[in-house]
């Protein structure tokens, strides 16, 4: 290489270090300007760009990469592609059986998995531009640390555990013996209290060795019973952020009864039964454990979006009851219970977000008296027919009511529903109407053959009958679930969950490899709103932490959306510098600056989970998005006139002259040809 170009190509590099270098630096005070901002204004209902020092102007002045067009627009699209929530897990192993190179093969597994991905939206809203898509733009990425909990808590487990088993009476339709979750919960409650202030995701795996007999976990006072089936686990997730796998308990099995998706297969066959069955290497075991902690992951930590959820000041629930009988049956359908289990939440500073508010309304409707309730349902009424095996196969008619179809009548007869209920309609939060039929029949009635609730984007509708039980398609450690038909508090919630904030059931999950939804129950036990195999309406940290995530990820995926369409804008105009004059384009930098800044706020503090402090970022970056949008418009008004007023180009002169010249001549010729040609013809 000659001397000058490796004397250049030095220089190069040194510049474009330094460049990287001032790029990546922070702008020294303006973390304490926006933090003062938000001491005054945390709604951010001002725009502080307006209020910012001369001096951090400067700073956000400086354009973070070479002015090139294109390239430099698409590095900034780029940059906003790449913003990344980084989610701390940390896992603890429990035990004496646990090497000390766990925790190095644990994460070594874990990180060849590759775990990171975007956030997905299982039922996206129709979008203009062709079809809906299921993934944001915002990526997650798991960031794990693996060690042993000390020796202390496993003994201190174990004691408890053997107690337990001691006392405990053994049952004589599982050969399962039911432990109270409260024994251990409690001690691991108490050290992962000791980790406070908590940053991220707790999970606990324990291995308390060998018991005297089988064991499971129960979740609710009671044993099983002929006509009521409780499901036994070996999992909980706490309402802080932790949850617990004892893999010594079981085995345990629930699924689908005979055929479908989501079962967990009796044996040593999933992750759960890991020390069940053959023995497995150390590293087999471990492999198991990693596949548990990805499942968690993305079932948990990282669920996916049940639909989009813009944020709204106002959080109202509609809680339509249509009733049949004139002694209205409140048992399994106590309105104030349902809201007691959102109350206690929104109390505890859960589901709500910055200044937003929650009410519940009640309303009642007559069967008799509402015409528009009998033609909903019985246009809505199916039948199927199901095999029975008596003296012999005998084909049994059964009816059940389509969802759908119930649904498009009730959206499209909204009004007269208004009128019946005399309720008015609200101008403004998002409204959530929860439509109750309660009928006076004595044969079972439910929604898609399976479903006592479902939720909808704009609506909730359960239904119930005097019917009071019936075996479901779901089996629990090797018995039928049966499902309580009037009882509808527990899965209203879940439905509302849905609904209102976005919040997916445990069970399913988007999968891009597989462009589908996916069904996996192995953690819809214990304390979950969702599902057949659970009892208990109280929410958990993972539904408190999607319905306040699901909001900030739709307003932060909205951001990156039209930041990038203002981008493609630009780029299609010539650039910026193009299209921007010198003070528009001085603006537009310093306003750009400060919107990314602002969204890598808000994105570190997602990652941290401090919720209140990512809508401020959000809502102040709003201010600094509207005012590029702004600068575009105007500008490209501005280019757009430029261009109808275009003053025409002068005439040519010199070439008309020429033109007009030879034309005379031509016309002269023409007019003396026979006096010229004569003259020639003399000649011969």
């Not at 432990?179 to 324990?206: S, T, W």
Request: a neutral charge; charged letters at 20%.
């Amino acid at each position: 290489m000659a001397p000058g170009a490796a004397a250049a190509l030095g220089l190069f590099l040194l510049l474009a270090i330094f460049s990287a270098a001032a790029s990546a630096a922070p702008i020294v005070g303006l973390d304490t300007f926006l933090t003062t901002q938000y001491r005054h204004d945390p709604q951010a209902t001002n725009d502080s760009f307006l209020s910012l020092p001369s001096s951090l102007r400067s700073s956000l002045s400086l354009q973070p990469v070479p002015a090139q067009q294109p390239q430099h627009l698409n590095r900034l699209i780029d940059s906003l592609l790449a913003l990344s929530l980084s989610v701390p897990v940390h896992v603890r192993l429990v035990g004496r059986s646990f090497p000390s190179d766990s925790s190095s093969l644990l994460s070594s597994f874990l990180s060849a998995s590759l775990p990171s991905g975007h956030f997905h939206v299982i039922a996206p809203f129709a979008s203009s531009g062709g079809r809906p898509s299921h993934r944001l733009s915002i990526r997650h990425s798991l960031h794990l640390d693996v060690s042993h909990a000390p020796p202390s808590l496993s003994s201190s487990l174990s004691d408890a555990l053997r107690a337990e088993i001691a006392k405990s009476p053994s049952s004589l339709r599982s050969p399962l013996l039911s432990i109270p979750y409260a024994a251990v919960d409690g001690l691991i409650r108490q050290d992962f209290e000791r980790e406070k202030p908590v940053e991220g995701i707790y999970v606990y795996f324990l291995d308390l060795g060998p018991q005297e007999k089988q064991y499971a976990y129960g979740y609710t006072p009671g044993d099983s019973s002929p006509g009521f089936t409780k499901c036994l686990g070996n999992i909980w997730t706490g309402r802080e952020r932790y949850v617990w796998i004892d893999l010594a308990a079981g085995p345990v099995d629930y699924g689908p009864a005979l055929s479908g998706d989501g079962v967990l297969p009796r044996g040593e066959f999933h992750p759960l039964a890991a020390l069940h069955g053959r023995p497995k290497s150390h590293k087999a075991l471990l492999a198991d454990l990693a596949s548990l902690v990805w499942s968690a992951y993305q079932v948990l930590v990282v669920p996916s979006l049940r639909i989009p959820v813009p944020f709204e000041n106002s959080l109202i629930v509609q809680f339509i009851h249509v009733y049949s009988s004139e002694s209205r049956d409140s048992s399994g359908l106590d309105r104030k219970n349902i809201e007691k289990v959102f109350r206690d939440e929104v109390n505890d500073g859960g589901l709500l977000l910055g200044d937003q508010s929650l009410s519940f309304k009640e309303y009642s409707v007559n069967y008799k008296d509402c015409p528009i309730c009998s033609f909903a349902i019985s246009r809505a009424t199916n039948s199927y027919t199901s095999r029975f095996l008596f003296d012999n196969y005998t084909l049994i008619v059964n009816e059940y009511l389509d969802s759908k179809r119930l649904h498009q009548i009730l959206t499209d007869s909204a009004f007269e529903f208004r009128r019946l209920a005399g309720f008015p309609e609200e101008d403004y939060g998002r409204v959530l109407p929860v439509y109750v039929f309660d009928l006076e029949l004595n044969t079972l009635l439910l929604l898609d053959r399976y479903h006592q609730s479902i939720s909808f984007k704009d609506m909730v509708i359960a239904v119930r009958t005097k019917n009071t039980q019936t075996v479901s398609d779901y089996s629990c450690n090797g018995r039928h679930v049966f499902t309580q038909t009037r009882e509808l508090e527990r899965p209203l919630v879940g439905s509302i969950l849905q609904s209102m904030w976005g919040v997916s059931p445990t069970h399913l999950l988007w999968s891009s490899r597989h462009n589908n939804t996916l069904v996996d129950y192995t953690w819809s036990v214990g304390q979950t709103p969702f599902g057949p195999f659970s009892e208990i309406s109280s929410l958990s940290f993972v539904q408190k932490d999607a319905a306040r995530r699901n909001v900030l990820l739709t307003s932060l995926n909205y951001s990156i959306t039209s930041a990038i369409d203002v981008l493609e804008s630009i780029m299609l105009h010539g650039g910026d510098r193009k299209l921007l004059k010198l003070n528009r384009h001085a603006e537009f930098i310093q306003r750009w600056n400060l919107f990314k800044y602002k969204l890598d706020k808000a994105v570190s503090a997602l990652s941290h989970f401090d919720f209140e402090m990512a809508l401020y970022y959000l809502r102040s970056s709003d201010h600094d998005l509207y005012g590029i949008h702004s600068l575009v418009y105007h500008a490209s008004q501005e280019l757009e006139a430029s261009l109808v007023c275009f003053k025409d180009p002068p005439l040519p002169w010199g070439s008309i002259s020429i033109f007009a010249v030879g034309v005379l001549a031509f016309l002269y010729i023409w007019t003396k040809r026979d006096r010229i040609f004569r003259n020639k013809r003399k000649q011969f």
